[in-house]
């Protein structure tokens, strides 16, 4: 059983930095594709970022590329998500997903996600 469990979020100012982090039991991150989605107020689910199980793809949605960045820590098997430069079309509830199997590539990370976390709300103040 895969469960994932995000935190970290919480209200900040415009320019300000967050880091979230999202916790894995049950599937080791060092074999596992994983992305970063969000979920703006009255709006779809997004993609955000997404690390392929090496560690060494990286991939961004375009309004975030040079702000956020993903990355792994096999040890603690966490994945995060650095934010920086906050701005008001951030604030979202921000979820991390894995897909159903092992050593999946990037894109089926980002197009095929099948297990989630309950999400962390991010808030940004101006």
């Known amino acids: 059983q895969v469960q994932l469990r995000e935190s970290g979020g919480g209200l900040v100012q415009a320019g300000g930095s967050l880091r979230l982090s999202c916790v894995s039991t049950g599937r080791t991150l060092s074999r596992s594709s994983m992305a970063w989605l969000r979920q703006p107020p009255g709006k779809e689910r997004e993609f955000v970022a997404a690390i392929d199980w090496s560690g060494l793809s990286l991939y961004y949605a375009d309004s975030v590329k040079g702000r956020f960045t993903v990355s792994t820590d096999n040890e603690l098997n966490t994945v995060y998500l650095q934010m920086d430069n906050l701005n008001l079309a951030d604030p979202a509830v921000y979820y991390c997903?894995?897909?159903?199997?092992?050593?999946?590539?990037?894109?089926?990370?980002?197009?095929?996600?099948?297990?989630w976390g309950q999400g962390t709300q991010v808030a940004v103040s101006s």
């Open positions: 997903s894995a897909p159903n199997g092992l050593t999946a590539s990037l894109g089926v990370a980002i197009r095929s996600p099948r297990f």
